[in-house]
């Protein structure tokens, strides 16, 4: 055990013996006491991921995994001295079900951050924001450039998937609007199908998922500037809800990624428009040289 480990194991079993002293009922001897110990007793976290590009890649001859979550993650156990351990393919609507009945310590694929997921889980510290903007065909660009109120209308047709963002954004914020529906279990992309095929007029999405499409599909749909993007979201690891260590030891070593660079390395190598990412802005000024120098 190298001397990180051994100060990791200390932690734990500091913080574990704290818990057992003040309810009586966790102790050393429960092998399932915290994902923190499990992880330190095997020495590798194991995780599951969504297969969702360019978040979690999946090859599909040599099933290797690459990706922005996966490269910072292959990072960070790295840093730990832990290993990564990829055990399961799991689908957005069951990730926290797994992590909950501790199938695996980490959702390794990203998640955004939202309300009702802060009940069931606990998010790291953000690797970077989402921005979900709009997305139409380019005739209608000039009309609703900077025109969000103009969505708002009983003959406008939002293309959504059902129980998606966009359908929750249409739902909120464009009631008057009709949605027209594509099942859970298709392809995200009939979702943009659906409107360059005429079926529908617009759709909120992430720019990361639309760029796809449009390498196959050049020039059927683009951006339609607003002043705001309808929603921006932290994106960060998924872990079991109340698992403080873990998040602690997770968020240091992110912490680290971001402040030397590493992640900016890692997002803009599969940036395909620069500024697609935001990045987590540093919680620090830096002096001037002039005032390093009067210093």
Known sequence: MSRFQLQLTLL?????????????????SNP????FKRVLSRGEIRCAYVSYPPYAIKDPNSGKLSGIFVETLEEVGRRLELRVNWVEEVG?????????????DILGSGLWQNASRSKAAYFTTPLFYNPVTVWGRPLDARRFANQLGAINDKGLRISVQDGAIED??????????????????????????????????LTFAEPAAV???????????????????????????????????????????IQEIINDGTMERILSGYEKVPGEYYRVAPPYSSPTPLARKAA
């Not at 957005?92 to 695996?104: H, K, P, T, V």
């Open 168 to 201: 929750l954004i249409a739902q909120r914020d464009f009631p008057k609007a009709q949605r027209v529906s594509v099942p859970q279990m298709n392809q995200w992309s009939d979702v943009l199908l659906n409107i360059t095929t005429g079926k529908a007029d």
């Open 32 to 35: 399932s006491a915290t994902a």
């Open 92 to 104: 957005f609507g069951n990730a926290l079900e797994g992590l909950n009945s501790d199938r695996y």
């Open 12 to 28: 734990a079993m500091l913080a574990l013996g704290a818990v057992g002293c003040s309810d009586g009922r966790t102790n050393l």
């Open 211 to 253: 760029y796809p499409f449009l390498e196959k599909n050049p020039g059927t749909l683009v951006e339609i500037p607003q002043q705001r993007p309808p929603r921006i979201f932290a994106n960060s690891y998924a872990i079991k809800f109340g698992e403080e260590e873990f998040k602690a030891v997770l968020d240091g070593a």
